[in-house]
Structure formats: structure tokens, C-alpha cells
């Protein structure tokens, strides 16, 4: 089992930052694909972004591709979502999950967090 803890969402204005955190614990969690999905209201959840085991790999959803930064630190077992330049439509509550593969489908992914709301105004 592996247990997903998000932090670090809150209120922004457009055009501002935010780093969300993604504490991973349980067996082997540095060995996992880890990626990050957001869901807004009334919308399914999406792709926003992706991490190999090793972090040699990185995918990015096209909306956010320039913008956000994936990262991880294996030693603490923490991966990162580097949000920059936040537009209103990137306010959703974000999740990060752990898999066998960084991939862009959800079902993909066996374990997941409770999520972090991140609301950008305009």
C-alpha cells in the first residue's frame, strides 16, 4: 500500500504561483510512476501531468505544458507540481497518484490522494 497526501493548494490570483507537494509513504514509494490530475466542478477529471520512478521522464496535458514543472525527490519521498502564470481555468482541486507507469489515463494509476483545492481568481 502507498498513501498520497497533498498540500500547498490555496487562493491565488491570475498570473500568480503555487507548488503543490505530494508526500508519498508506504512500501516502496520512490519505485512508482507519479502523476498529478485535477478535477474542476462539474468537469471529469483530467491529465495535468506525469513522472517516471526515475524523474529522467516528464509528460505534460498541452493546457499546462510551459507553464507547470513535475519533479520528485525519491530521498523524501515527495513529488512536486510547479505552478506558474495560473489562469481562472486551472482552478480545480488537484490529485496526485502513484502508478507502474507515468502515463495520461487515470485508471492507470493504483493509489491516489484525497486532493488540495486550487482556486486562481481573476
Known amino acids: 500500500q502507498v498513501q498520497l497526501v497533498e498540500s500547498g493548494g490555496g487562493l491565488v490570483q491570475a498570473g500568480g504561483s503555487l507548488r503543490l507537494s505530494c508526500a508519498a509513504s508506504?512500501?516502496?514509494?520512490?519505485?512508482?510512476?507519479m502523476g498529478w490530475f485535477r478535477q474542476a466542478p462539474g468537469k471529469e477529471r483530467e491529465f495535468v501531468a506525469a513522472i517516471s520512478w526515475s524523474g529522467g521522464s516528464t509528460y505534460y496535458a498541452d493546457s499546462v505544458k510551459g507553464r507547470f514543472t513535475i519533479s520528485r525527490d525519491n530521498a523524501k519521498n515527495t513529488v512536486y507540481l510547479q505552478m506558474n502564470s495560473l489562469k481562472p481555468e486551472d482552478t480545480a482541486v488537484y490529485y496526485c497518484?502513484?502508478?507502474?507507469?507515468?502515463?495520461?489515463?487515470?485508471?492507470?494509476?493504483?493509489?491516489w490522494g484525497r486532493g488540495t483545492q486550487v482556486t486562481v481568481s481573476s
Open positions: 497518484a502513484a502508478g507502474r507507469y507515468s502515463a495520461v489515463v487515470s485508471t492507470l494509476y493504483d493509489y
Open positions: 508506504g512500501r516502496t514509494s520512490s519505485s512508482y510512476a
